[in-house]
């Protein structure tokens, strides 16, 4: 869309949802929803998996195309955390929400993507030009915290690059629930994982779904506080600088720093 609104190009990406980024060469990739049927407790169960797709801008990506990259091809489903004991419905279909990819961001840099699992708890880092798996960044997991910090319970996040995250921590199994914005270091090589800011909503407000946080080109953290109808950029001394209230309550998605209107 143009900023007066008209339409420049329409590209149909079957089965996406949360994410999608364009790359260099102007190719769009996004978040595909996968559904397989597989025993789970001893019961064939439908289970929603993720993947993420490339296409070319314009016209209608193939509904059944090979993905660059399956989490199914990594990971077998277990529902091994009460937010993926109840089956959903999701697109005509009702199954058990196993990983929820919800956040996916391109390093072009690097050529790397990053995408998020909100149920898993984990970062994924995927080559951009072969789809493998480069590494899997959890902090329950293979990454061990150091420094007294606190990992993220089902993240919602969009800036994340080589060495470096930003996470919009929901919270989900925080005691007590209060949902905050981490940054955290990571070496792949030591696997360890330091967090060197957080900032927790200022009522200690839970976030039940989305969240946004972005560097500005100041250094400060632009915030979608989502369910709250909130944006808000704070600065490194956990000051606000300033508060949207758009009374959109749960409309709030992403958030974008735009340094000049055209």
């Known amino acids: 869309m143009g900023w007066d609104g008209v339409l420049i190009e329409r590209t149909k990406l079957p089965s996406g949802h949360h994410d999608f980024v364009e790359l260099a060469d102007g190719r769009v990739a996004w978040i595909q929803d996968e559904t397989i049927t597989m025993e789970i407790d001893g019961e064939q169960r439908p289970v929603i998996g993720d993947a993420i797709q490339v296409t070319e801008q314009g016209g209608e990506a193939q509904q059944d195309a090979e993905p660059i990259f ?7 489903p277990s529902a091994t955390c009460q937010h993926q004991q109840s089956p959903i419905s999701w697109q005509d279909k009702t199954a058990l929400d196993w990983s929820h990819l919800n956040s996916l ?3 072009a840099q690097t050529d790397r993507f990053f995408a998020v699992s909100h149920f898993l708890d ?3 880092v995927i080559s951009a030009s072969d ?6 960044v959890n902090p329950y997991v293979d990454y061990r915290m150091v420094m007294g910090g606190k990992p993220w319970s089902h993240p919602h996040s969009s800036w994340m690059r080589d060495g470096e995250l930003l ?7 925080h005691e007590p629930q209060v949902s905050r914005i981490a940054r955290y270091t990571y070496d792949e090589e030591r696997r360890e994982m330091t967090q060197t ?6 009522n200690n407000g839970f976030a039940v779904a989305l969240g946004d946080a972005h560097p500005t080109p100041s250094g400060n ?11 808000a950029e704070v600065n490194d001394a956990k000051e606000v600088v300033w508060t949207l209230e758009t009374e959109a309550g749960a409309g709030i998605g992403r958030a974008r720093w735009v ?3 055209p």
């Open 197 to 202: 800011w957080e900032y927790n909503h200022p």
């Open 131 to 136: 789809g493998a798996l480069i590494d899997e």
């Open 122 to 124: 984990s970062v994924y």
């Open 70 to 76: 399956s989490l199914f091809d990594y990971h077998t």
């Open 167 to 173: 996470m919009f921590d929901n919270g989900m199994h």
């Open 259 to 261: 340094t000049e209107l």
């Open 221 to 231: 953290i632009l915030i979608a506080w989502s369910p709250f109808g909130q944006i």
């Open 105 to 107: 961001t391109y390093d």
